[in-house]
């Protein structure tokens, strides 16, 4: 790794970028400089730069923002945005049914990264927003996008931590094996209260032109038995997401 002296400006641009989260979109520059690292003359450069990009941009009382211009840039070139746009009218067509949570994710990396969500007032917890992550081993969309993954990918994810958010969370490698070896035989992810004692996930696969499985639909409903008069819900749509984006055939999920 670079000594500090020696990282390029684009680097030290991109920590900036980073220190902002979901939870936390305002900071000061002063926060800025703690969160990266950064001495508060240097943050306060390359912020006034990237405030005349139109990157990030200030309030009224000179907390920082991302800016308009970088989320413009980010959709306008997002290589997810045909997945989305093939998967809405059928997110829209099951959240009629469900009236909860509908939502649609990719791997990234070891995480869930979940591209849009629609809901409704008074749905069931839901701890997932667009653009958020979740670990791959607990949620019904990363249990999908895991059980399909590379074999390297999901020894690393047994060896990693499990965390139990839950006493229902597959917790353990053997709980969690067994559990993927299901979701493949049976072509869904269904899990009760495994991130909320209330909530209940189902995910289906979603398979681009190749057939590989690039995406998952879900759904986050209450943790009730009929629930299981979903799934058939939530397989249809991922097939028809499946079939606007190329794929071959119908098949078996």
């Not at 001495?39 to 990237?50: D, Q």
């Not at 009929?226 to 794929?247: D, F, H």
């Amino acid at each position: 790794m670079k000594a500090p002296h020696q990282e390029s400006v684009l680097s030290r641009a991109a920590r900036i970028l980073e220190a902002f989260s979901q939870d936390e979109t305002a900071l000061t520059v002063s926060e800025i400089a703690r969160r990266t690292g950064l001495h508060v003359a240097t943050a306060s450069r390359l912020v006034g730069e990237l405030v005349a990009h139109g990157f990030l941009s200030r309030d009224d009382d000179r907390r920082v923002r991302i800016g308009v211009r970088l989320w413009e840039l980010v959709v306008r070139a997002s290589p997810t945005l045909s997945l989305r746009d093939a998967a809405m009218p059928f997110m829209e067509g099951v959240h009629d049914v469900v009236g909860h949570h509908v939502q649609l994710a990719v791997l990234d990396g070891e995480e869930v990264l979940f591209l849009e969500r629609l809901s409704a007032p008074h749905a069931v917890i839901n701890y997932t927003r667009i653009a958020g992550r979740l670990p791959l081993h607990a949620s019904s969309s990363g249990l999908v996008l895991l059980a399909h993954a590379p074999a390297a990918l999901k020894e690393r994810v047994l060896a990693g931590d499990l965390t139990a958010y839950t006493p229902a969370t597959p917790a353990t490698p053997a709980a969690l094996r067994a559990l993927l070896a299901e979701v493949r035989r049976q072509g869904h992810a269904y899990c009760p209260g495994y991130v909320h004692d209330d909530a209940l996930g189902i995910a289906a696969p979603v398979r681009g032109a190749d057939g590989t499985v690039t995406a998952a639909l879900s759904v986050i409903v209450p943790n009730e038995r009929c629930a299981q008069e979903i799934v058939p819900v939530v397989r249809t749509a991922a097939r028809g997401v499946s079939r606007a984006l190329g794929t071959p055939g119908t098949g078996t999920f």
